[in-house]
Each structure stands twice: as C-alpha cells, then as structure tokens.
C-alpha cells in the first residue's frame, strides 16, 4: 500500500494548486487524475479573470488574449458597454494552463499519476483503478477536487449544490473587438449567452442554463454561418453545500459547489479554497489530529475569504430568474447611463462583484427595476 500525507483526486486547476501548496510545506503528496492527458477534456469558458490567474501561479504561455470590457445586449436592441482600459480579463488555453499547474505540483514534490480514477474509500485509504491496476493509497487527509458530481462526496453522503447548470461552447470564425466579450442575457433566461474572443479572427460562443440548453445553444449560434468547430460541455455547480469537510476530507473547487453564481467562473474561488484546505491539512497533519474539529478550520477560512460573496452571488442568481425580456432590457439601458458606467468601470471586480452591487443599490434611478423584481420575489414565494 502507497502511503501519503495528503490525497488530491482532480488535476483540475484546484486540484494541483492544492497539491502544490501541500507539497511545498512539506507534506507527502499524491496527486491523481483519472484522464490521460491533464487539462483535457476541456470544460471551461476559459475566460480568467486577472486575480484568477495570479492565484494559478502559472506563466503567460496559456493566454491567448486579453480582454478589457464587455458589452451586454440585449434581445430588444439594448446595449451596455464598458472599457476599463486595462487587462481586467485573460482567454487561456485551459488544457495548457492545467497542465501547467499539474507540472508545477509536480516539481513541487508531489507525485501525480495520471490515469488513475477514484473508485471508492476504505477506511483512510482510497481504492483506485487504471493505468497501473487496482490500487490501494493510504492518506491522513484526503482533498476533493473531483468536480460537480464528485465521487468522494456522494460515497461519504454528502449533500450536495443547490443547482446544476448545463453548458455548451464552440469555437466559431468571428471578426470582433478583442477588448470585449460580449454577453446575451436573453439567449438563456436562468444565466447567459456569452461571445469571448480568443484572437486571430475566433471566438467562443456558448451559454448555460437549466433547461432545453442544447435548443438554445443551437439558435444562439446560427447566426453564424461557418458553423461550430471545437464543441465543449460542461456542468457548473452553483450554491455551496452545506458542509464542505469530514470524515479527514475537505472539498475544494468545483466538488464543493464553489463556482460563482454571478458568472459561472470557479478557478479563482478553487484556487483561493486550495490553499486554504493545504494549510489545513498542514495543520492536522502536524499535530495529528485528523479530527472534524480541526478540519473544521478549513471552512472558516474560506467563508471568511470569499463566502460573502457566493453567498450575495447566488442571491443575485436567483433574482435574475426573475427577469424577463423586458425587465432586462429596462435595466440595461439603466446601467448604461454615464455616472453607472463610471460605477462599473471603477468597481466592477468579476471575482468580488459585492462592492459594485452594493454601491449601485444607493442608486434611486434603479429602485423601480428592483422593485419589480420584489415583486416578482414575492409572487414566486406566495405561490
């Protein structure tokens, strides 16, 4: 039996940042990863915000472009656009920057194995199955990072996200302003359509939702008569589960349901949870207890990092739902207003969007979109 400090099941971006962490205070590390090849398949936008990229710690080889404003349109003919007039954004390459990351946690000190999958718990070991055979690893700690429908989670009871989106992304020929991405609220009424642009006349166009995604995704995209080249899906967990350690484990990432609600983006919230859970199992690991109690501080941690912010996010998510057509509409052309897009340009933070939405709430010209959303809060729960 191979025996370590600390288990990473996931080279996602969480998963090796957390391997790395783990490995360079010294903590005997495994990292594993069921696919062949880290990084792929590709199941991300692959817009990072700048902060995100910092927390990957990786070199500008994945960025492909940068991006510095944004234009949200809507069905109606509505349109608001910002330019900060600064890289606020990156398109990457998210099989590169995976790899990247993996590589790293590898020179770190951690041993990853690739072809390697979860395929249950015993005790303080993990069951794996692949490229070297049915194997039996020994852990202190064990870190999920297994993505949305997270083995680990389900074999221990966990409960789970709230919801679960569903999304679609292509590559398509488009000519635009590589300073924006441009988003569609109405392609999708639960989230958003997006269009990034990733240089050299492409872009990725896709969209989210709960229901009849496919539908949409092939009506939003058939303006564009070259077609799709590249197709990519993916899941996206929205609202933290309830508790995000136990049993000697803690749940980072995707597995823990930390993608943000406001715009889907989970590599800087899994990278941020990463090095809180590596900090941790230092802990635990140098003292020796392993107990809930002590795993208990991990969650502390993140909360006290980021989990105002999910928490307002998915508050914002759900008022969202609440919007049709023409309430988006009404409130794009609000926001487009001078003195808000000054606002937006001066706060806007993809990764900490509170500070901006708390400022614009002080605004008396938006009461009457809110109101209607109220409103609507109100019907929805009377009902």
């Known amino acids: 039996m191979d025996r370590y400090d600390v288990v990473v099941v996931g080279a996602g971006p969480a998963g090796s940042a957390c391997a790395r962490a783990c490995a360079e205070s010294g903590l005997t590390t495994c990292l594993i990863e069921e696919h062949g090849t880290i990084g792929y398949p590709v199941q991300c936008a692959g817009l990072l915000s700048a902060r995100a990229l910092a927390e990957c710690r990786v070199s500008k080889r994945p960025v492909q472009n940068t991006?510095?404003?944004a234009k949200v349109i809507s069905s109606l003919g509505s349109e608001l656009s910002f330019d900060s007039g600064e890289t606020r954004a990156y398109v990457v390459d998210r099989g590169m920057l995976d790899l990247e990351m993996a590589a790293a946690a590898a020179d770190a000190g951690a041993d990853v194995r690739v072809r390697t999958a979860y395929a249950g718990r015993c005790g303080s070991s993990i069951i794996t199955r692949g490229a070297s055979g049915r194997r039996e690893i020994s852990f202190r700690v064990l870190v999920a990072a297994d993505g949305?429908?997270?083995?680990?989670?389900?074999?221990?009871?966990?409960?789970?996200?709230?919801?679960?989106?569903?999304?679609?992304?292509?590559?398509?020929?488009?000519?635009m302003d590589p300073r924006f991405v441009e988003l569609y609220p109405d392609a999708s009424p639960e989230f958003f359509g997006w269009i990034i642009p990733s240089g050299g006349g492409r872009a990725r166009a896709g969209l989210c939702g709960l229901q009849d995604v496919k539908s949409r995704f092939l009506s939003f995209i058939k303006r564009y008569s070259h077609g799709c080249m590249h197709l990519v899906t993916g899941t996206i967990p929205l609202g933290v589960m309830p508790r995000t350690y136990g049993s000697q484990t803690l749940f980072i990432g995707d597995a823990a349901g930390f993608a943000k609600p406001t715009s889907g983006?989970?590599?800087y919230t899994g990278a941020r949870s990463a090095l809180h859970a590596a900090e941790t199992a230092r802990i635990?690991?140098?003292?020796?207890d392993l107990s809930d109690s002590c795993l208990h501080g991990y969650e502390l941690a993140w909360k006290d990092d980021f989990g105002r912010e999910l928490a307002l996010g998915f508050r914002l998510f759900s008022a969202r739902r609440s919007l049709g057509p023409k309430e988006t509409d009404s409130l794009i052309r609000l926001l487009s207003r001078d003195e808000v897009i000054r606002e937006i340009v001066s706060f806007g933070d993809m990764d900490r969007p509170g500070i901006l939405v708390r400022r614009l709430l002080k605004n008396p010209e938006l009461y009457p979109i809110l109101w209607q959303l109220l409103r609507k809060q109100l019907h929805l729960i009377i009902k």
């Open 148 to 175: 949305p429908r997270s083995s680990i989670a389900r074999d221990l009871g966990m409960e789970r996200a709230r919801v679960f989106l569903a999304g679609i992304q292509c590559e398509i020929c488009r000519e």
């Open 67 to 69: 991006v510095s404003g």
């Open 284 to 288: 635990a690991c140098e003292t020796g």
């Open 265 to 267: 983006g989970g590599v």
